[in-house]
């Protein structure tokens, strides 16, 4: 049964949303992957016309959601950022106001947290983060998913290795902390998360009975884990970092070796685009590429399902 409060509701952060909403988005994104095996599409979107704004590129997040409307009858209206002037020329709140009277959702990829919360606000659409600087919201419920199809459960300890303090790693912390899965983020001192959202996840882990550790030493944060994940040193918008990221994250590259030290059988996971040779081996990359495949697919159905739940008359 679809908890009520999905309803007309935005994805800003997972921290929005409790246990049993991510539970249920999970369901739906299983089912719904199980549908589009067995050949079946369905109209759960018709009639409805989604806005796509785009500030930053994107391989998956874009096809995820033009695919996921195209599947279930929706209109899909890409927005790049030479076709709309947002925040630059026109107000995000007079952009908001206009989507909101033509479409009935928004998913927004940029920069900043604060646009996303703005066009939720006056928009009166669901509107659906799909990255900003901060977050990653539809990224972590690909993982949760991917990591429940692989081990049959929750209950798996995530290690996530690299920037602690990027959009990934923070979105993951939200995410495990709020469904009850052990998370230890893997990092230099100097890319910890910021302490306020590890305070505030570990307020999630508290309730969930998870733990959330922080760590610079992999051996430590590696140990017992079913998942291990990275990503890219230097996110979008970060390019002039690039080499001063590499020369702290060296030690951190995931390897063969460095994944010796997880669980005797952890997967390795990555958002993708992947560096290969940067962030992971392609060795390393290549004994996990069918599951980290899967994740990429499995962004599709969960986008699926956070919209179908948000803005499905058939559900
Ligand atoms: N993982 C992810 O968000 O990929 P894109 O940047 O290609 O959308
Ligand atoms: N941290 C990466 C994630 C890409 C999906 C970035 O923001 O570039």
Redesign the pocket.
Known sequence: MKPTSLKGRSLLTLADYSKEEIIYLLDLSDELKARKRRGERGGLLAGKNVALIFE?P?T??RCAFTVACADEGAHPEYLGVNDIQLGHKESVYDTAKVLGRMFDGIEFRGFRQSVVRELAEYSGVPVFNG?T?ED?PT?ALADLMTIRERFGTLAVKLAFVG?GR????NALMIAASKVGMDCAVVSPRELWPDVERMERCRAFAAESGASLTVTDDPAEGLSGAGAVYT??W?????ESKAAERAALLAPYRVDVKMLSLAAPEAILLH???AVKGGEVTAAAFALHEEVIFDQAENRMHTIKAVMAAAMSDAL
């Open positions: 930053k994107s998956r997040t990255l600087d990653h990224q920037d990027n959009n990934v790693a990503d890219v230097a996110s979008m918008g970060e958002c993708l685009p």
